[in-house]
T-cell receptor
Framework: AQSVTQLDSHVSVSEGTPVLLRCNYSSSYSPSLFWYVQHPNKGLQLLLKYTSAATLVKGINGFEAEFKKSETSFHLTKPSAHMSDAAEYFCVVSTTSNTGKLIFGQGTTLQVKP | DAGVTQSPTHLIKTRGQQVTLRCSPKSGHDTVSWYQQALGQGPQFIFQYYEEEERQRGNFPDRFSGHQFPNYSSELNVNALLLGDSALYLC?????????????FGPGTRLTVT
């Protein structure tokens, strides 16, 4: 069965410093992986996705993630945090290649301090 | 181009009542999935509709049912409401069933059961 573990429930960084949100996955086949962001009282927005192409995936707003099969990880990074990045972030795996059931991690709250 | 829309935005119901939530997919999308997001948790998959049929179902009781119309819009029905059904209900749409396809989420319907 597929699953996702977000290793930190809360991450706090200062504005202008790097962001690292950690995610490990479990999948019995080659997975599709996603990162979504959820701002307060708003819906989920797709940041980026990995679907067996390049292992380094670039997304919106300067975020990127690297797929590491040997470590079963898909960590999200950004070189320099902005105040507007404060939100809830979800790492997501798709269960099978021919259906779109998404399995979400528990989420990581990113706090950005001025 | 309208994104995914959901109605109503908020809803308050009493235990034992029934509720219907509605979703219109992003223009051009033909697949709709529903998720339940309890407070402080990641979204949980309820079910997915494609070609007016339920294609996959998560671990939810039969009190949760749905429908997809010829115009691809969808409804989620919950019968015999319990306090534990209080949550944010999210609708997501995509073009096709494949797990690698991007899913676009609506803003959600906040259901409160008293």
């Amino acid at each position: 069965a597929q699953s996702v573990t977000q290793l930190d429930s809360h991450v706090s960084v200062s504005e202008g410093t790097p962001v690292l949100l950690r995610c490990n996955y479990s999948s019995s086949y080659s997975p599709s992986l996603f990162w979504y962001v959820q701002h307060p009282n708003k819906g989920l927005q797709l940041l980026l996705k990995y679907t067996s192409a390049a292992t380094l995936v670039k997304g919106i707003n300067g975020f990127e993630a690297e797929f590491k099969k040997s470590e079963t990880s898909f960590h999200l990074t950004k070189p320099s945090a902005h105040m507007s990045d404060a939100a809830e972030y979800f790492c997501v795996v798709s269960t099978t290649s021919n259906t779109g059931k998404l399995i979400f991690g528990q989420g990581t709250t990113l706090q950005v301090k001025p | 181009d309208a994104g995914v829309t959901q109605s109503p935005t908020h809803l308050i119901k009493t235990r034992g009542q029934q509720v219907t939530l509605r979703c219109s997919p992003k223009s051009g999308h033909d697949t709709v999935s529903w998720y339940q997001q309890a407070l402080g948790q990641g979204p949980q998959f309820i079910f997915q509709y494609y070609e007016e049929e339920e294609r996959q179902r998560g671990n939810f009781p039969d009190r949760f049912s749905g429908h997809q119309f010829p115009n691809y819009s969808s409804e989620l029905n919950v019968n015999a409401l319990l306090l534990g059904d209080s949550a944010l209900y999210l609708c997501a749409s995509s073009l096709g069933l494949a797990g690698s396809y991007e899913q676009y989420f609506g803003p959600g319907t906040r259901l409160t059961v008293t």
